[in-house]
């Protein structure tokens, strides 16, 4: 299968994907006025913007990191097919997040599942630039750059959920502050990447 395909089939997973967090936000039974529907929709909204911008920054990592991946095989697709499969999930305990209002459970759901994202987005990084792919344009040193980069996330998500018997909210401030670091730092960690940055 060329790599096209594979662009274009991942691609429309994530849309899907991006698409189906809003179908959380209707308006509540048996609420008569905007003002009490919005109110009571405020858990669910920032759950789903906090899903939206994680989606995307996955989407943007994915498309990166296809940029370099010159062939596919049959593992390729099933390790691409297993990351499209978790983040098809997010809509999930992006919900309970949100019908819950952050009940401790929904939260640690989350971070596992942000958790297997990442490593599995790094199982596809490594094993689609393996030597036997012959990665396109990789410089000295950025296969493991690239690969530290994509696991560094396991930490914090993984420090937010040791402190959810403490405070939930940092947590959940967890979880939005490595999308949140990859918008505002891209430029950096794109030259940290390639080598370059000071």
């Not at 009571?40 to 909204?45: E, L, V």
């Not at 009940?103 to 297997?116: F, H, N, Q």
């Not at 960690?189 to 080598?195: E, S, T």
Request: proline share 5%; charged share 10%; aromatic share 10%.
């Amino acid at each position: 299968m060329s790599k096209n395909r594979v662009e274009a089939f991942s691609d429309g997973v994530f849309a899907i994907v991006i698409t189906l967090l809003i179908l959380e936000l209707r308006p509540g039974e048996g609420v008569l006025n905007a003002h009490d529907m919005i109110v009571q929709a405020i858990p669910k909204m920032l759950a789903f913007a906090l899903s939206f911008v994680v989606i995307g920054t996955y989407w943007v990592a994915h498309h990166r990191m296809l940029h370099y991946v010159k062939t596919t095989d049959r593992t390729f697709l099933w390790l691409n097919l297993a990351l499209l499969m978790v983040v098809t999930f997010i809509p999930y305990p992006t919900a309970l997040i949100g019908a819950t209002r952050g009940e401790a459970d929904a939260v640690l759901l989350y971070g596992a599942t942000l958790i297997a994202a990442n490593l599995l987005g790094t199982l596809v990084w490594l094993y689609g630039t393996s030597p036997a792919h012959q990665a396109e344009n990789l410089k000295h040193g950025q296969r493991s750059r690239v690969a530290l980069v994509h696991v560094a996330p396991v930490v914090v998500y993984a420090i937010g959920m040791s402190l959810i018997p403490f405070a939930i909210a940092i947590t959940l401030a967890c979880y939005a502050a490595v999308p949140a670091f990859f918008i505002l730092a891209g430029p950096w960690v794109d030259r940290l990447v390639a080598g370059t940055a000071e």
